[in-house]
């Protein structure tokens, strides 16, 4: 088999820089998908992708290039996601290619992820397409765009490629630079088959369908094989290609990209990572796989309907088959009853989890405010991880506690440094270390606990610097804090599910900003309910949601029966998202204040 004609690679980006929008357009222009069947960011299958028009999953797609030198070319094309939550994903598809595609907006520049992108791809010694994206916009500026590639990324620009994925201009350049500067995949096609997990999914009918790179032999329909890391056997019922449609194919030659379906009914037998070698002749080593991705943000998910509780849990499973980051652990609320405690990679990641639950499982949820994983040290001696308030030992017992730091990065131009250098004292953060990359960017490294930026350190750089910010970070040290459990009380009685763990000397203006913010999302109920905040026996904080009598036909004068249906249908919409908390109504947005406290 010859794999001179194969060339497999990644697009990876800052995100909005243009991956998606450049994969359809290589998409179209390879005639892989009718122009009629064209739709805007056609890799990003899943609906919240779509709405949200950001990449989630990466995605391996066929294409055939019929190159100008009269050859014909298959691309593998993986697109990855660009936010910083689901940096695991780009390292996954990385370790499945000879090249990426490095995209640069060229009205942005270089940003934060551009940089950490680049370092992985250059880590994984892939070779590297530049593309300076967007040039069809009036504020492009591709020549300084190729100084930073050059100075900052220190990748050289002259072979950078400028395209619009808008217009398609310039596309066919970088189908060029693909084939010309992209390695073919190298490989034994005698050898015994070695092929790595790239992901997976469950389809009810044929079992786990795994995403595969083969590095040696080949996989054909019957072959016996075996997982080399879990040990499990199995039959191959069939492989192919995603164009992007799934098309069956006799076989999976060596260097290309696939699927295989394992026809296994377990998903937790199929793991990423992990190498597919024949049963009875095993490649003499596995694949190097993946480290595994740490959670470092948590949440309680809650059933509203305490009868889904096996549902979700089931949910969580098959989520977890083509997302092995997800963890998680039975949790019990007394305000909420029966869920789990999970732990996510970041906030994004979180709420795409509790939407795919909620979406593609049927499932109502409440999801209570993140938490990160805290080191309690106790008065014993003892140290515990406590990753939800509620779990925290009584304060005589705790001698100190530790949260986790990141060493973060902020690219951002001078004139916003200020700004961003205040923000960071006012998340508790300390800057370490300030680096020019050019006239027109600086770029801050600070020290910054965890758990303030999962509040709401993101928008607020954001808001802060006009959007021109962005933001990298990596898992940093743990450090002593002084750290409280503050309390919320609804009508007297303390509501675990709404507790949280506060700086010491923010608890006050936390606690009282939280009753405001509760006071204003708690609809008004039959009798008044006092909201209060609480430092273990002692209230720090109060407000009251007054009473109501909550006829909405009252305002219907005459008898509109349309209207009176379309007002009470609203209501029971309303309702959904409600929890009975004792006998107050609190809606879903209660349990994430917090996040909107400023
Ligand atoms: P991704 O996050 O890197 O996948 O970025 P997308 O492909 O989703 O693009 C982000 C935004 O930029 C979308 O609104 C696109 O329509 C827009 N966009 C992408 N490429 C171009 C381009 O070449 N020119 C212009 N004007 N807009 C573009
Ligand atoms: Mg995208």
Known sequence: TDTSHIRNFSIVAHIDHGKSTISDRILELTHTVDERDMADQLLDTMDIERERGITIKSNAVRVVYDADDGESYQFNLIDTPGHVDFTYEVSRSLAACEGAVLVVDATQGVEAQTVSNATLAMNANLDIVPAINKIDLPSAHPEEVKKEIEEDLAIPADDAVLVSGKTGEGIHNLLEAIVYLVSPPKGDAKA????????????????????????????????????????DTFLCDGVGCKRPMETPLDELGVGEVGYV????KDPALVKTGDTITYEDRPCAEACPGYHEAKPMVFTGLFPIDNKQYENLRDALEKLKVNDPSLIWAPETSVALGFGFRVGFLGLLHMEVVKERLEREFGLDLIATSPSVDYHVYKTDGEMVDITSPQDLPDVTRIDHIEEPYLKAKVIVPPDFMGAVMQLVIDHRGETS???YLSEKSVEIHFDIPLAELILDFFDQLKSRTKGYASLDYEIGDYRTSDLVKLDILLAGEEVDALSFIVPRDRAYDMARSLCDK??????????????????GNKIIARSTVKAVRKDVLAKCYGGDISRKRKLLEKQKEGKKRMKSIGSVEVPQEAFLAVLKVD
């Not at 009810?204 to 080949?218: I, K, L, N, P």
């Not at 379906?261 to 296994?264: E, S, W």
């Not at 509760?518 to 430092?535: C, S, Y």
């Open 433 to 435: 270390d300030m680096v």
């Open 518 to 535: 509760l006071k204003e999302i708690i609809p008004r109920q039959q009798f008044e309910v006092p909201i209060q905040g609480a430092i």
């Open 192 to 231: 015994p088959l070695k092929a790595l997990i790239l992901d997976s999914y469950f389809d009810e009918y044929r079992g786990v369908v795994a995403t595969v790179r083969v590095f040696d032999g080949s996989i054909k329909k019957g072959d016996h094989l075996r997982m080399m890391a879990l040990g």
């Open 261 to 264: 379906v394992t026809g296994l």
